[in-house]
């Protein structure tokens, strides 16, 4: 069993920033992929970024160029660093892991951006 922690998440104007940080409780060298999702209110759960286990960055067209998604394997931590910000940019974001054939999801926090 893999435990998923979101941290980060808060209120911020838009044109501002703030990082996301999604610590494991396993070695996330060893997982396949990790992601953040987000799910505004109302609307499905989108993918918003992703990274493989060799360093390949995916994104979703709407956060192309503000968003960068990153690992750091010594403290078993995904980040997303999130520029520019806008109000349809709001929701909570749930981290994600590939892991042997599962999947496994945090909590989630809440993004906030008010215009």
């Known amino acids: 069993q893999v435990q998923l922690v979101e941290s980060g998440g808060g209120l911020v104007q838009a044109g501002g920033s703030l990082r996301l940080s999604c610590e494991a409780s396993a070695p996330i060298f060893n997982f396949n992929a990790m992601g953040w999702y987000r799910q505004a209110p109302g609307k499905q759960r989108e993918l918003a970024a992703a990274i493989t286990s060799g360093g390949t960055t995916n994104y979703a067209d709407s956060v192309k160029g503000r968003f960068t998604i990153s690992r750091d394997d010594a403290k078993n931590t995904v980040y997303l660093q999130m520029n520019s910000l806008k109000p349809e940019d709001t929701g909570v974001y749930y981290c994600?892991?590939?892991?042997?054939?599962?999947?496994?999801w945090g909590r989630g926090t809440q993004v906030t951006v008010s215009s």
């Open positions: 994600n892991a590939d892991y042997t054939g599962f999947r496994y």
